[in-house]
């Protein structure tokens, strides 16, 4: 039973006179693993937590960060099954702590039950299947990180898998085609009221060319929006991780929609009576895209509102694109 489990206290238990190499060493060595083995080991170790390059400097010239991986590679050197982690991110800069929470997911992504300690809720949200919350010793709360985030009045919380900007930009992509529609609904319903589209009856053009150019014209706006919005998205620290025909895939989609909803909002604005008409007989077009997976999971919402996002429309164009731009993309924990 000991074999199996793995202590990394809240401060790393390393000898500073030794080098990296040599700490695991020792350990391969307290492990009584054969010579040839032992050597893979450190080697393996070493490779794994990017130590190859200070590996044969001493452990008191290493950061922090680098002394919390060389502890965890030396808890790791007898392939333990259970690791008690406590507090691996403290005292860390923010780039470490993200490269030991990388590290911690790939042990468990092995099979590795790990029992973490922490004073930081992010890293809790981030890392546990399971939260224990604790009070001067006493069991307050336990749960996943969703039941516990709707205990909290005023929340609603949901996990999409990714970081949620890479998750909402093509859903917001296919937002910015559809509040162009109700423009598309007024100007074909104000051409019909000024007669501006009766005085072509004189000249050699079409009554349909015309109807044809309000739908081309808001297609090419359509394009200028995606590509502001993509450009925005990116300043906010967008960083897609789907492949360039993924994303070409996306906006034809996108494109395509924008094309078909934009003939159906012609029909609209020639029925209507009014400008004003037109332009709120396009409101609930504009408004599918908000209760479908385009900017919150439908499984995520609340009952009645979720069936409906489930078998509406936008639902089937909100989804793929979505799917492609994150598959690619490693789920958060």
């Known amino acids: 039973m000991r074999a199996a489990i793995g202590v990394t206290g809240q401060f790393a238990a390393v000898d500073e006179l030794l080098t990296g190499q040599e700490n695991l060493q020792l350990m391969v060595d307290l492990n009584r693993a054969t010579s040839r083995d032992g050597k893979r080991i450190v080697t393996e170790m070493l490779e794994r937590f990017d130590l190859v390059e200070s590996a044969q400097k001493p452990v008191s010239t290493y950061s922090g960060g680098m002394r919390r991986k060389l502890d965890l590679a030396m808890t790791l050197v007898g392939n333990p099954r259970i690791i008690f982690l406590d507090e691996p991110t403290t005292g860390l800069d923010p780039r470490s702590r993200r490269t030991m929470w990388s590290i911690i997911r790939e042990l468990v992504a092995d099979g590795v039950t790990i029992f973490l300690t922490t004073q930081y809720l992010e890293e809790a949200d981030q890392l546990a299947d399971r939260i224990a919350v604790l009070d001067q010793g006493r069991l307050v709360a336990q749960g996943t990180p969703d039941e516990l985030k709707r205990q909290i009045p005023g929340t609603h919380a949901f996990n999409v898998g990714v970081d949620y900007i890479d998750y909402a930009t093509p859903g917001l992509m296919l ?76 906006v034809g989609i996108v494109v395509l929609l924008g094309f078909a909803a934009g003939w159906l909002t012609v029909a609209l604005g020639l029925a209507a ?40 429309p936008s639902r089937r164009s909100s989804k793929p694109c979505v799917g492609s731009t994150t598959a690619h993309r490693p789920p958060a924990m």
């Open 175 to 250: 937002l910015a085609v559809c509040y162009g529609l109700g423009a598309i609904a007024t100007s074909v319903n104000s051409d019909m009221t000024k007669g501006i589209i009766n005085r072509f009856k004189v000249m050699d053009v079409s009554r349909g060319a015309v109807l044809t150019g309000h739908v081309v014209a808001s297609v090419l706006t359509n394009l200028v929006a995606i590509a502001a919005l993509i450009g925005v998205a990116f300043l906010l620290g967008f960083s897609p991780s789907a492949s360039f025909l993924d994303w070409l895939s996306v």
């Open 273 to 312: 009576k009014s400008p004003e008409t037109a332009g709120l007989s396009a409101v609930p077009l504009i408004m599918l895209p908000f209760f479908s997976s385009a900017i919150v999971p439908a499984e995520k919402m609340g009952p009645g509102v979720r069936q409906f996002a489930e078998y509406q």
